[in-house]
């Protein structure tokens, strides 16, 4: 079964930490993004990453970073996390045709800093 | 702005009555239309999409979707909810290079 694994479900973080939320799919994707979700907005697009090495912003990277050194892992970065960094992270893989429906999503990342 | 818009926070549906899920969508071009579900502590389930073709997509578990290009909205609907389709669902349109992009919600509540 095709997956897309988040390696934490729940993380509790001081203000200040540097943090690593780690994606990993294995379904060859070259496509891969991180939303963060909180209620009322829905799910909002942090960054996402076309290919090994790339990297493009979505609508909210502000205190964030991203890594991608490997095709299967796409790695976000909170250089030095806050309060308004708690919330659910979704990490999503999928194949670079558009119009596809090969978003897999994987299970969430429900951080709090405190 | 490109957007996708969900007017509804919240749907409260008895068990045995159809059920509607509202979405809007303001892009440019042909849009390429997504619904997903999220039951609670899971990540997103895709239901259905609208690529093309034509304007009544079915979908996973029953539910189906209206693409109404002149209104520009895209529906979701389900003859008959059953308690087990509470959740939070999610309409989603594509933009360039396959970027997804999200309304707010909608959380859909079926009462027995």
């Known amino acids: 079964d095709v997956k897309v694994t988040q390696s934490s479900r729940y993380l509790v973080k001081r203000t200040g930490e540097k943090v690593f939320l780690e994606c990993v799919q294995d379904m060859d994707h070259e496509n891969m993004f991180w939303y963060r979700q909180d209620p009322g907005l829905g799910l909002r697009l942090i960054y996402f990453?076309?290919?090994?090495?790339?990297?493009e912003k979505g609508d909210i990277p502000e205190g964030y970073s991203v890594s991608r050194e490997k095709k299967e892992r796409f790695s976000l970065i909170l250089e030095s996390a806050s309060t308004n960094q708690t919330s659910m992270y979704l990490c999503?893989?999928?194949?670079?045709?558009?119009?596809?429906?090969?978003?897999?999503f994987g299970s969430g990342t429900r951080l709090t800093v405190v | 702005a490109q957007s996708v818009a969900q007017p509804e926070d919240q749907v409260n549906v008895a068990e045995g009555n159809p059920l509607t899920v509202k979405c809007t969508y303001s892009?440019?071009?042909?849009?390429?239309l997504f619904w997903y579900v999220q039951y609670p502590n899971r990540g997103l389930q895709f239901l259905l999409k609208?690529?093309?073709?034509?304007?009544l997509v079915k979908g996973s578990y029953g539910f189906e979707a209206e693409f109404n290009k002149s209104q520009t909205s895209f529906h979701l609907k389900k003859p008959s909810a059953l308690v087990s389709d509470s959740a939070l669902y999610f309409c989603?349109?594509?933009?360039?290079?396959?970027?997804?992009?999200f309304g707010q919600g909608t959380e859909l509540s079926v009462k027995p």
């Open positions: 892009v440019s071009g042909n849009p390429y």
């Open positions: 990453s076309y290919d090994v090495k790339m990297k």
């Open positions: 989603a349109v594509i933009l360039g290079r396959g970027k997804l992009i």
């Open positions: 609208y690529i093309t073709g034509d304007n």
């Open positions: 999503a893989s999928s194949p670079p045709r558009q119009g596809s429906y090969g978003y897999t």
